[in-house]
């Protein structure tokens, strides 16, 4: 955008800083907008550190300089939100309004989409056979995810502008911009509409994550600097429907999306209103959905945020006890939402089943002395929404004795929160980035001359932020344990964190995880 600017700089680590200055020197006949922005801690002394820029002017230039001193550490804390979404930051743009900025951003991709015979054809061959809606933008967003290369291109203009659809198909390759671009290029050809999304995604949600309202930041300085990502909104089958896709997610199944992208304030674009001789172009924050987009250059949203039923994470465990304290074990780990996103492309970077089985028996964090004899998955090259893995397993002397007693420890992980237990104080709130679901199941069986004499007692535990359900069930040579922990919020604040650590205790604790048996 010639002759224009902005973006947005930290100034807050781990480490105390003494002195920071910022000074931005601009014509005088510009204006600078600014934000400071920053999480303060959240004990009783502190306070949000007070900045304002001294402004000196000559004759043909305005100096806005900002100072500050004594800007205390981030503390550093397991599951703390990005420190980009935590420390003091300025925002800085000389453009008054986001009408003129999306106006250019529209005006600069809008011409990528450009629909060609290639694309046509392409579209119309994979499209074979599929009636409804759904079914072609699934299959359009499995192409691209699948087939086209994820490559970056951040040089100059290429940072912010997608290349030509056309260009991405031919060359098999793209950035999260291309990939984005020909998808809703093919997509038009089908007669479905899109729109690009701009997103800050990953660990940093990049606009006043600790704010409820991150968008102020958003109306008062018009930037693209917040944005590190783009995704597509397709329209669905009812008028205020959006579908969220993100082709650069390789793994991911159509219906899910990426945890990194949920719950985040986007900028959603429709480039053809340009082209519309329309003139309605400013959107407030939440005044309009997603059924008034054709009629609007721009929309500001939240991104969808997933139940906890979406993110399921579930293993059934038989132990079989043979009368030498040996034991036979077979699992079946099934994943769903981002737990298959994550466990599909890590399994699948491996190119042999037996990398892949060492790669579980450090994943379920098996006995050192088991031996995995079997290896078996569901479809690891398609994208589908869940995702099996078994393993079959041996390990001698398991059981250790005590007395007259035996005990059987049950081989379950340890939870993946328990380092949320050895804080005493907590500042910042504790992002676990999804709602989820963990749900255990392990069936024991012995052979003569072991019988179940004790299982531990049934648990139950529920507050507003997660719940756990303990149960067990006991025969002579029997016994079952099933666990299932629901996290309800993919964020904690500190106020809430003891709620969360009395879930993560009880799921923890290896006393309710052991049954003991005699002969």
Same mark, same amino acid.
């Given at each position: 955008?010639?002759?224009?600017?902005?973006?947005?700089? !930290?100034?807050?680590?781990?480490?105390?800083?003494?002195?920071?200055?910022?000074?931005?020197?601009?014509?005088?006949?510009?204006?600078?907008? !600014?934000?400071?922005? &920053?999480?303060?801690?959240?004990?009783?002394?502190?306070?949000?550190?007070?900045?304002?820029?001294?402004?000196?002017?000559?004759?043909?230039?305005?100096?806005?300089?900002?100072?500050?001193?004594?800007?205390?550490?981030?503390?550093?804390?397991?599951?703390?939100?990005?420190?980009?979404?935590?420390? @003091? #930051?300025?925002?800085?743009?000389?453009?008054?309004?986001?009408?003129?900025?999306?106006?250019?951003?529209?005006?600069?991709?809008?011409?990528?989409?450009?629909?060609?015979?290639?694309?046509?054809?392409?579209?119309?061959?994979?499209?074979?056979?599929?009636?409804?809606?759904?079914?072609?933008?699934?299959?359009?967003?499995?192409?691209?995810?699948?087939?086209?290369?994820?490559?970056?291109?951040?040089?100059?203009?290429?940072?912010?502008?997608?290349? +030509?659809?056309?260009?991405?198909?031919?060359?098999?390759?793209?950035?999260?911009?291309?990939?984005?671009? *020909? *998808?809703?290029?093919?997509?038009?050809?089908? &007669?479905?509409? =899109?729109?690009?999304?701009?997103?800050?995604?990953?660990?940093?949600?990049?606009?006043?994550? %600790?704010?409820?309202? &991150?968008? =102020?930041?958003? /109306?008062?300085?018009?930037?693209?600097?917040?944005?590190?990502?783009?995704?597509? $909104?397709?329209?669905?089958?009812?008028?205020?429907?959006?579908?969220?896709?993100?082709?650069?997610?390789?793994?991911?199944?159509?219906?899910?999306?990426?945890?990194?992208?949920?719950?985040?304030?986007?900028?959603?674009?429709? +480039?053809?209103?340009?082209?519309?001789?329309?003139?309605?172009?400013?959107?407030?924050? $939440?005044?309009?959905?997603?059924?008034?987009?054709?009629?609007?250059?721009?929309?500001?949203? /939240?991104?969808? #945020?997933?139940?906890?039923?979406?993110?399921?994470?579930?293993l059934h465990t038989d132990v079989h006890v043979k009368e030498d304290m040996s034991v036979t074990v077979r699992q079946e780990l099934t994943v769903t939402g981002s737990f298959n996103i994550k466990l599909r492309s890590q399994l699948a970077s491996l190119d042999t089943n037996e990398k892949r089985a060492e790669f579980m028996h450090k994943e379920l964090e098996l006995d050192d002395r088991a031996k995995i004899i079997e290896f078996k998955s569901s479809k690891l090259f398609q994208l589908e929404k869940e995702l099996k893995v078994e393993v079959t397993?041996?390990?001698?002397?398991?059981? @250790? $004795?005590?007395?007259?007693?035996?005990?059987?420890?049950?081989?379950?992980?340890? %939870? +993946? @929160?328990?380092?949320? *237990?050895?804080?005493?104080?907590?500042?910042?709130?504790?992002?676990?980035?999804?709602?989820? *679901?963990?749900?255990? /199941?392990?069936?024991?069986?012995?052979?003569? +001359?072991?019988?179940?004499?004790?299982?531990?007692?049934?648990?139950?535990? /529920?507050?507003?932020?997660?719940?756990?359900?303990?149960?067990?069930?006991?025969?002579?040579?029997?016994?079952?344990? %099933?666990?299932?922990?629901?996290?309800?919020?993919?964020?904690?604040?500190?106020?809430?964190?003891? %709620?969360?650590?009395?879930?993560?205790?009880?799921?923890?604790?290896? &006393?309710?995880?052991?049954?003991?048996?005699?002969?």
């Open positions: 955008m010639q002759g224009e600017f902005w973006r947005k700089v !930290y100034f807050q680590a781990p480490q105390p800083l003494q002195y920071y200055r910022l000074t931005v020197h601009i014509p005088k006949k510009k204006q600078l907008y !600014y934000q400071i922005s &920053g999480a303060p801690a959240a004990s009783q002394t502190d306070r949000f550190l007070s900045i304002q820029p001294e402004i000196a002017e000559s004759n043909y230039t305005r100096t806005y300089t900002f100072e500050v001193r004594d800007v205390p550490p981030l503390k550093e804390e397991y599951l703390m939100p990005a420190p980009q979404d935590l420390a @003091y #930051s300025i925002s800085i743009s000389s453009i008054d309004s986001w009408d003129k900025l999306v106006t250019w951003y529209a005006t600069l991709i809008r011409e990528q989409d450009t629909l060609t015979p290639e694309i046509a054809k392409k579209t119309e061959q994979l499209l074979k056979g599929a009636w409804t809606r759904q079914e072609k933008v699934k299959r359009l967003y499995e192409y691209v995810a699948t087939n086209i290369q994820y490559l970056g291109y951040e040089l100059g203009i290429w940072a912010i502008k997608p290349r +030509p659809a056309n260009l991405v198909l031919k060359d098999g390759r793209g950035d999260c911009k291309d990939k984005t671009t *020909l *998808l809703s290029t093919m997509l038009a050809s089908a &007669g479905i509409n =899109s729109y690009p999304v701009l997103i800050s995604a990953g660990d940093t949600r990049g606009i006043n994550a %600790h704010l409820p309202d &991150g968008g =102020s930041e958003v /109306k008062a300085v018009p930037s693209l600097a917040y944005f590190n990502h783009m995704i597509l $909104a397709v329209e669905g089958n009812k008028d205020d429907e959006l579908i969220w896709l993100d082709p650069t997610s390789e793994t991911c199944a159509f219906g899910d999306f990426p945890a990194g992208d949920q719950d985040r304030w986007t900028l959603i674009i429709n +480039p053809q209103f340009l082209t519309e001789n329309k003139t309605d172009t400013s959107e407030d924050l $939440a005044s309009k959905n997603a059924q008034d987009l054709q009629n609007s250059l721009y929309l500001f949203q /939240k991104s969808p #945020s997933l139940d906890a039923t979406s993110n399921l994470k579930r397993w041996t390990c001698e002397g398991y059981l @250790y $004795a005590i007395g007259s007693q035996f005990v059987l420890e049950l081989p379950l992980a340890k %939870h +993946p @929160y328990a380092e949320l *237990l050895s804080e005493e104080n907590r500042m910042y709130p504790a992002v676990i980035g999804k709602a989820l *679901l963990l749900e255990d /199941k392990v069936s024991v069986s012995t052979e003569t +001359p072991f019988r179940i004499d004790t299982v531990p007692e049934e648990q139950t535990l /529920k507050n507003e932020i997660a719940e756990i359900q303990l149960r067990y069930t006991q025969g002579k040579r029997k016994a079952e344990m %099933h666990q299932i922990v629901r996290f309800l919020s993919p964020t904690v604040t500190p106020r809430n964190i003891e %709620h969360l650590k009395e879930i993560v205790r009880a799921a923890s604790n290896r &006393g309710t995880k052991r049954f003991i048996l005699t002969q």
